[in-house]
């Protein structure tokens, strides 16, 4: 069954090789197409285009769908094309000539289009979740740990004590940034399409406002051909903050990496967190962090995935929008697991707490020499070569106490000003929760 079958066959591998894997993706946005024909009916109801006996017999139609959706017993028919096609096919089955109403004054472009603002919105509230507990995780371990030095390093060199305060709270703060992304997604994603029809609107009177306030949209996109224009740019959106995520996160996996291989052994984490070598005995490897790593570089090119399939598009709808679902979804899946395996596997990290303890650190605190040689009168660029004199000749001894205050440093890691920074840029979520 087609929404578009005008009483012809279409040929078998034209007709596979077009639907492609809409069937197992749309299941996914299932329960959005009836919460949005829902309002889309109400709509026509409140126009005269539906009468309320007929209202109420689809909505009636309409919420048993919506349960067989939520226990599981929704499935898409083989020969029927898309979940719309499934939805509006099971009302007629069920309801006789009524059922056929229900698409009145919608095309199938603002129809998927309604259906995907909704999921898109829907999931980045849940990933907002994942990086506000991925965030928290990383603030805890930075206040547990936030006395306990560690090498800094620039240039894969040895450079300037840091701590684990830092290095968690590092990450903390970076999430900050990510959620701002993940915020203005959720704007844009946040807007109603329906009623836009094919892209050029409908003789109809539809009452735009109306269905917009029932789903709960924030705005509509009120030129119709704009909001045939966003599709695209709303998964272009989302994808940049999927790719700010993966960066933050495919970052930390590679700094966990390599402060738990032995040349470090900074962290560590208990046997049943790592796996093991065919041949070789002693191997603990932190294959989760590697493949979190691997996950996140993937995720990294679904913008220039989104971006290369639709920035030479005219306005307009073309059937290339169809392959977005194939990148978004899975990446939406992918780094929604980075983000919970991350704050799983953080729960059981362990840190070194004797590190600077090796005389291979001694010069990190050469630094610390120079600013003490400066507080007490001497310019910096003396001290600065006094202290490399003592180094060159190897007579320098470090003294290992450290007095950072400034805010941000080893001292002062502003933990309350940056959770409030996360609170401030959460809070679309939470209007939304």
């Known amino acids: 069954m087609k929404l578009w079958d005008k009483g012809y066959d279409i040929d078998s591998w034209i007709e596979t090789f077009t639907v492609g894997n809409d069937r197992e993706l749309d299941m996914q946005i299932a329960r959005y197409d009836v919460e949005a024909s829902m309002a889309h009916i109400r709509m026509l109801e409140s126009i005269g285009l539906l009468t309320k006996d007929e209202l ?30 499934e939805v509006e096919q099971l009302l007629t089955q069920r309801l006789g000539e009524v059922g056929k109403k229900i698409h009145s004054g919608r095309s199938r472009n603002d129809q998927v289009l309604v259906d995907l603002k909704l999921f898109y919105r829907a999931q980045l509230l849940e990933l907002a979740d994942d990086v506000t507990n991925l965030f928290h995780r990383l603030l ?107 960066s933050t996160v495919g970052k930390l996996a590679m700094d966990v990496c390599l402060f738990n291989s032995q040349n470090f052994g900074f962290v560590r984490f208990p046997d049943a967190y ?36 639709t920035s030479n598009l005219p306005h307009g709808y073309h059937r290339d929008l169809q392959l977005l679902k194939d990148i978004t979804f899975p990446a939406l899946s992918a780094v929604r697991e980075c983000l919970r395996m991350a704050d799983f596997m953080l729960q059981h990290i362990q840190v070194n707490a004797h590190i600077l303890e090796d ?13 003490r040689l400066t507080l007490t009168g001497v310019p910096f660029r003396e001290a600065y070569k006094r202290v490399g004199k003592k180094v060159q000749e ?23 000003q940056i959770r409030e920074k996360m609170k401030e840029a959460s809070a679309f979520a939470q209007r939304c929760s």
Not at 167 to 173: H, P, Q, S, T
Not at 407 to 416: A, D, K, P, V
């Open 274 to 309: 790592t796996t093991g070598s065919s041949i070789m005995p002693h191997k603990k490897n932190p294959d989760v962090w590697e493949l979190i790593r691997g996950r996140c570089n993937r995720l990294l090119n679904t913008s220039n995935e989104v971006a290369l399939l």
């Open 56 to 85: 109420d017999m689809l909505l009636k139609g309409l919420q048993q769908i919506a349960d067989e959706i939520e226990s599981g017993n929704f499935t898409i028919e083989d020969g029927v094309e898309d979940v719309h096609s």
């Open 359 to 371: 005389g291979r650190y001694d010069y990190l605190f050469s630094v610390e020499e120079v600013n």
């Open 140 to 246: 805890s371990l930075s206040e547990q740990h936030k006395d306990v030095l560690m090498p800094g390093y620039t240039h894969m060199q040895v450079a300037m004590p840091s701590s684990f305060g830092l290095w968690f709270g590092a990450y903390a703060e970076s999430l900050v940034d990510d959620m701002r992304l993940l915020s203005a997604a959720h704007a844009i994603a946040n807007q109603n399409p329906l009623g836009s029809a094919a892209g050029y609107g409908s003789s109809f009177p539809l009452n735009r406002s109306m269905t917009t306030r029932l789903l709960g949209f924030s705005d509509m996109h009120y030129n119709v051909v704009a909001a045939q224009m966003s599709r695209g740019k709303t998964e272009l959106a989302l994808s940049y903050a999927i790719g700010s995520i993966a």
């Open 394 to 416: 190897g007579e320098y001894r470090p003294d290992k106490h450290v007095a950072h205050t400034h805010e941000g440093s080893i001292g002062n890691l502003c933990t309350e």
